[in-house]
Structure formats: C-alpha cells, structure tokens
C-alpha cells in the first residue's frame, strides 16, 4: 500500500489507485485470505474513506505515466533493500507572514483576530518552506526562505540536509535517491537544478544522486505531501502566522504517532532569478539519463 498512496498536503485525506478486490487478490497471494469487505474495514481504520469523482480542468495524462509509477516503485525498493537513503523533496504553499486568516481550527478561549483581507502589502514577508523527506527514517527538514523559490534554492536545501543530517545518518552510503515533481524549482527540464546537484552533491560529497520526477498531473502522489506536509498544515490550523519564528516553531512541534519527527531552519539568503545554464555546461554534466523515460529518470555522478 505504501506506494499506492496519494494524499493532500493540506489536510488528512488520503486514497489509493487499488480497488478492494485487487488488495484482496494480492494479500491472498502473500497467503493471507481476506474478503474485498474485509479490506474496505480495514483501510476505513487507516484513514481511508470513499470518494467521489470531482471534474477538474485536466491537460491529459501522460502515456508514461503508470510505466514512470513502476520506474519509481523499483527505484524505492531497490534503495531500501540497500539501506541507501531516499528523500522526497517539494516546496510546501507559500505562506504570508503577519496577522492573517490561517484556515482550520484551533482550541482558545477567545477567537484570534486577523486582517479581513491577505493583501500582500500587509505582510512583513513571507515563508517559502522547502521540505526533504526522509523515508527510511521517518524524519522532515524544512527550510524556510524569505525571497524566492528558485532552482538554486532547492538545491541548497538538499546539500543542507545532507551536509547537517544524511551523511550523519547514513555514513556508510555513498548513495542517494531522490522523488521530486515534475515541475517546479526541482522540475526535470530544469538545467540549474541538474546543475547545483552535481556541482554541490555530487561533486563536493562524493555522491552518486539518482532522480525520478512523478509525471506532470502527479504531485499528490509524492510521498512527502500526504506524510510531511498534510501533518505541518494540521498542526498550524487556525495558527496565525504572524512572525517566521512562529513558522519555525509551528514546523517543529509537528509530530505523528508514527514517529514523525520535524526540523526547520530559517533560511536569509536572498536567491536571484532568472539564472541561466548553458548547453556547453550541461554537457560537463556526468549525467547517465535512464530509459526508457530518460526526461524523468536520471543519474549524477561525482566527477573525479
């Protein structure tokens, strides 16, 4: 079930491509023999509810797209059997700092009282909170900037994170997988990103960086939304974010019962725009591209 799960960053839903019967089919085939009834009880205990179809604007699915869930699949399975870490990286929502509205609720004796209206020129800036996920240690990092969400950014942030708590935590790897969107500060047509990770993760640490980017249209099925985010967004409901340090504090006070564990640190660096990487330095690149879905899949190598 775990990598059949989507869930919304910004509440508790969750949901899963499987029908009951076919959760039912492969659990007799693991030699435990359920009814599809038995399963539907059972998800209902996980949080698991029926829904019905909402019609949204849609572009089209991508033809590749459940080949590029299988890519990922094999990816996750073949780390974990390794021990080797993999994260699933995004930027939460951009939030207003200051005294506005933060939707949910929250136990106080007396309602907070907020601007009537999110007008950005009422903000004293803003959060742009870039979250690595941890999957085989159940742990979340967050960085939060205060200017842009750029290519340069999340890199940063990676490197951070690896620098401060993936090499402490697997000292024995040389190795890293990463899920990320397909679009984004982290997208897979990006050439900056491609760039910083070579230059600062691979390069600088010695490491060999695999990348699967989910399909365009596919975001919520990146597991840091439904594990890390949904839980940061409950915890800060009806919490006004009126100052960063609020932010941070809010971040790392969110904790699951599963053993969530969250750190945030404030990020001052003021990230430009508009950076460009040229053919010529793509070319310097030790990318190995993956078939058959090469734009989605892809390995850095340091180079020595």
């Known amino acids: 079930m775990k990598h059949e799960t989507a869930g919304d960053p910004m509440t508790d ?5 499987k029908t009951t019967e076919k959760i039912a089919n492969e659990l007799y085939l693991l030699g435990i023999s359920v009814s599809a009834r038995t399963v539907s009880r059972l998800l209902k205990q996980m949080d698991f509810s029926l829904r019905v179809n909402h ?3 849609s572009n089209g699915s991508s033809k590749n797209r459940d080949e590029q869930f299988s890519q990922i699949a094999d990816l996750r399975e073949l780390f974990a059997a390794d021990c080797n870490p993999i994260i699933s990286i995004d930027t939460k929502k951009k939030e207003l700092v200051g005294n506005f509205k933060n939707p949910g609720v929250a136990w106080n004796q007396e309602p907070e009282e907020v601007n009537d209206h999110d007008f950005r020129s009422l903000a004293s800036g803003i959060a742009i909170p870039y979250g690595v996920y941890d999957m085989l240690a159940n742990r979340g990092t967050l960085f939060v900037g205060m200017s842009s969400d750029t290519p340069r950014f999340a890199v940063e942030s990676v490197e951070k994170w690896w620098r401060t708590e993936g090499q402490a935590r697997y000292p024995d790897s040389n190795r890293l997988a990463i899920l990320a969107d397909g679009g984004g500060s982290n997208g897979s047509r990006c050439r900056v990103w491609k760039w ?3 230059n600062l993760l691979c390069d600088r640490h010695g490491l060999t960086v695999t990348v699967a980017h989910y399909p365009p249209g596919a ?5 840091i939304e439904h594990r890390l985010f ?3 967004s ?5 919490k006004p974010l009126r100052s960063h340090e609020t932010v941070l504090k809010l971040i790392r006070g969110t904790k699951t019962t599963t053993g969530l564990r969250v750190r945030a640190h404030l990020v001052r660096k003021k990230y430009r725009k508009g950076i460009k990487v040229t053919g010529h330095q793509m070319d310097e690149l030790d990318l190995e591209r993956h078939h058959p879905l090469p734009l989605w899949n892809y390995t850095l190598h340091p180079r020595v």
Request: aromatic share 12%.
């Open 196 to 198: 910083g990770l070579q």
């Open 219 to 223: 975001s919520k099925w990146n597991p």
């Open 230 to 232: 949904s839980e940061i």
């Open 55 to 57: 019609k949204k604007r």
């Open 234 to 238: 409950k915890n800060w409901a009806g």
């Open 13 to 17: 839903l969750r949901w899963t491509r």
